[in-house]
C-alpha cells in the first residue's frame, strides 16, 4: 500500500466502482519513489479545492494496476507515476513522470470544468 492520505484504490472493483461511480477521476499509479512523491503531494493538495473529482492512488506493483498499466493511452510511456484522468469512464488525458503543480491544474481545469 502507498503511503499517501489520497484515497487507495486496492481491488479490480474499487478500480471499476470509482471510475463508473464517480463524474471525474484521477488516479496516480506509482511506488514511493522521488518521481512519483511530488505527484501525490500535488494530489493531496488539490483534492479540497476540486471537490467534483476523485483523486485516487494505486501502488504501480500491485496486481490491480494492470487497470492503468495496460490502457492503450499509457502503452509508450517509460517513467512513473503513470496518471490518469477519467470522465464518466472514460480516458480523457495521461501523463507520465512527474508533475507540477501548474502542469496538473491545467490539465483538471481542461478535463473537467466544473458545472455552473
Do not use: W
Amino acid at each position: 500500500m502507498l503511503q499517501t492520505n489520497l484515497t487507495h484504490i486496492e481491488t479490480d472493483e474499487q478500480f471499476q466502482e470509482t471510475i463508473h461511480n464517480n463524474e471525474n477521476v484521477a488516479i496516480v499509479c506509482g511506488r514511493m519513489g522521488p518521481m512519483c512523491l511530488p505527484v501525490y503531494d500535488v494530489m493531496e493538495r488539490l483534492e479540497d479545492k476540486y471537490d467534483h473529482v476523485a483523486f485516487r492512488d494505486l501502488a504501480f506493483d500491485s496486481p490491480v494496476s494492470h487497470n492503468i498499466r495496460n490502457l492503450p493511452e499509457v502503452r509508450d510511456f517509460t517513467g512513473l507515476p503513470l496518471t490518469v484522468y477519467f470522465h464518466n469512464g472514460e480516458v480523457v488525458a495521461a501523463t507520465s513522470s512527474i508533475q507540477n503543480k501548474a502542469q496538473v491544474k491545467q490539465i483538471l481545469n481542461e478535463s473537467f470544468k466544473k458545472a455552473a
